[in-house]
């Protein structure tokens, strides 16, 4: 105790000892907090390498989505460096063509295009081009131009205008999104009141909206637009490269409202689309 004798004050001393006891379990759970998401973080990494037998046991584990999609990352890249050991997977690369999940089937959609020797690849790819999601249909398209197949051309021209958004169930529109909202795919859209229940309806592709045909308030059935929406400027781009090898005349005025600069686009694509034009000019030719 110290002071003066009107002010008593007392100066409590914790042994050194005794704080490093008090702060020992704080110290292992920051520890392990750490670890953990380090851990988390690298077995979700998709730039993590993987064994022939962790590809072989991901691309069966349709219940962990991630370590499917990271297996097919690793076929592809496997594919790409010329790796012949990678045609071992192929029956379950195809098999996953067929698989209900979105995710896989547009993402084998893509790989099949590195190897445009396989037929096998090329006769999944022209049942994926008819696909249910556009999506599929657009990874599948540019997968076929690798195989010198024109079959996706209208897929690839449908990508460079606005795509209609429509209602598969009856009811009342009770919420929507702006025009002009940017989507990622998988983006809120719509709700939609269905007596006692309510839809969601979620954007099908990464874009932006560009009309409302469907306000809050309306009433819908299946089949009527709810909504237009604008691709996104890397699927633009990728459309007209495919199109600048496969695209006829007739697809010109759609290639060259982008060469012209009447979408507002940035000048990489009015650049793409002017290149787009010429090649398909000088194939008529």
């Given at each position: 105790m110290t002071g003066n004798g009107n002010n008593p004050e007392m100066t409590l001393v914790v042994p050194a000892s005794n704080r490093l006891r008090a702060s020992g379990p704080i110290l292992i759970l920051a520890i392990l907090f750490v670890v953990g998401s380090f851990l988390a973080w690298y077995f979700t990494w998709f730039?993590?390498?993987?064994?022939?037998?962790?590809i072989s046991q991901y691309l069966v584990d349709?219940?962990?989505?991630?370590?499917?999609?990271?297996?097919?990352?690793?076929?592809q890249q496997r594919i790409e460096r010329g790796d012949q050991n990678a045609k071992q997977y192929?029956?379950?690369?195809?098999?996953?063509?067929?698989?209900?999940?979105?995710?896989?089937?547009?993402?084998?959609?893509?790989?099949?295009?590195?190897?445009?020797?396989?037929?096998?690849f090329h006769q999944a790819l022209l049942k994926l081009v008819k696909d249910s999601e556009p999506i599929v249909r657009r990874n599948a398209a540019l997968a076929l131009v690798r195989f010198n197949d024109p079959t996706g051309r209208p897929e690839l021209l449908a990508t460079l205008s606005p795509y209609e958004l429509k209602a598969t169930n009856e009811g009342t529109v009770v919420s929507t999104l702006k025009e002009g909202s940017q989507l990622a795919r998988g983006t809120l859209l719509d709700r939609i009141s269905q007596d006692k229940k309510t839809v969601e309806v979620r954007s099908p592709l990464p874009g932006k909206v560009e009309r409302l045909a469907a306000p809050a308030g309306s009433r819908v059935v299946p089949g009527t637009v709810l909504l237009t929406?604008?691709?996104?400027?890397?699927?633009?781009?990728?459309?007209?490269?495919?199109?600048?090898?496969?695209?006829?005349?007739?697809?010109?005025?759609?290639?060259?409202?982008?060469a012209h600069g009447v979408e507002p686009v940035?000048?990489?694509?009015?650049?793409?689309?002017?290149?787009?034009?010429r090649a398909i000019k000088s194939r008529a030719q």
């Open positions: 730039g993590r390498g993987l064994s022939d037998a962790d349709e219940k962990h989505p991630r370590h499917v999609q990271h297996a097919l990352l690793q076929i192929y029956p379950k690369v195809l098999n996953l063509s067929g698989n209900p999940e979105t995710e896989f089937r547009l993402t084998v959609a893509w790989l099949m295009g590195f190897d445009n020797k396989s037929e096998e929406i604008n691709s996104d400027e890397g699927s633009v781009w990728e459309a007209l490269r495919g199109l600048a090898l496969v695209g006829n005349v007739s697809d010109l005025p759609a290639v060259e409202r982008y940035s000048n990489r694509i009015k650049e793409q689309a002017a290149l787009t034009a």
